[in-house]
């Protein structure tokens, strides 16, 4: 897949000569990040829970044999990840979500890293287009609507649900090893069977290491996605940056689209960005949006639910009233405080950071740092946690 993309666009650059910008901020204080999520129409998560759920679901968190030349390629990843100027933390929040529900490691969500930097909007020269870059034949095989008006690689929703299927599939077939399974993603399954078949292997349980064959791009896309995952889960080693994606970060969802006159009507009838919503929804800007059976989904954030009457009285087909499971760190940190919380938490056994931090209206980051931990520090039943 092609790696030289054209960003069309207001916010169009070129890739394969750019690097990646954004500058990492700090968050605001608690009371005012707590203020915003209030404030905003629109339910919202932390990124420091995006980021765990990353970290809690990767088939291969050891980084000793990360590759330096990647990790020098990629080293600005982190960096764009925690600024606020890009939607690239609430995308990936929403992608790493399909694979984990999908029942998937997390490495597989790094794939658009290297595809379109995540951007919704890239299209190379060769023809790949989307956060996914899938060629028209491959789209149409994975079952991607592209019909007259409506290019669905340009969907974030129908891209990453094509990939997410994809992959369930190479994830099996290959034993549930997540380098031949993106091996054969790069390469072609059957390419990468065949060289397991030279090499004396079984399938489900072949070393990749040991194939011979492959191409040298193919071995260093998993070297990339590597990287890139070492990258990610080591950032926390940086206050600056947990500091930087302690923050409201919208939760995004797929909606139902209905028979507005525009993209543009369907967000303002729900109290939300109309230019978020453009950015993160390339596949629905250019015609009216229709309803009914087989309507495209939009990618947006969930409704607030002091919002969600006003979409239902906008709308002919209105959404189902969203959910906010948990809200976000901040808002959960500016709720209602106890102040007879107790100064200390003893763990007990299926305790974890986030649930004992959501119990005690603590941010993950602030009961880390009373803590001197670090994500993914383990827990162990009889630690004793302080929580003043």
Known sequence: MSLALALPGARATEVATSPETGTASASASASASASASASAPYATRNGLDIHLRFREHLAEPECGNASARWRAHYARAPKRMASQDDELLALFGYVVDEFVKAGLPTE????????????????SAAGPVGLWQFISLTARNQGIPMRAGYDGRYSVVDSTRAAVRYFKILHS??????????????????????????????QRSADPAKLGGVPALTRAYVEKLHAIS????????????LDAIDRPVPH??????????????WAEARALDAQLVARLNPALTGAPLRGGAGAPKVLAPRANQATAPLAARASAHPAAPAVIAGGSAA???AGNRDETRPATHTVATGDSLWRIARRYKLSTAELLRRNGLKPGSPLRPGMVLKLD
């Open 108 to 123: 597989y969500a790094l794939v658009p890293f290297i595809e379109s930097r995540y951007n919704p909007s890239a299209k």
């Open 252 to 265: 995004l969802s797929a909606e139902p689209a209905d028979a507005a006159a525009s993209l543009r009507h």
């Open 173 to 202: 077939m290959f034993g549930g090893n997540w380098r031949l399974a993106i091996m054969g993603y790069n390469a072609g399954e059957y390419r990468i069977l065949g060289a397991i078949e030279r090499s004396g292997q079984s």
């Open 230 to 241: 070492c990258l990610i889960e080591e950032a926390d080693d940086r206050q600056e940056w």
């Open 331 to 333: 808002a959960r940190l």
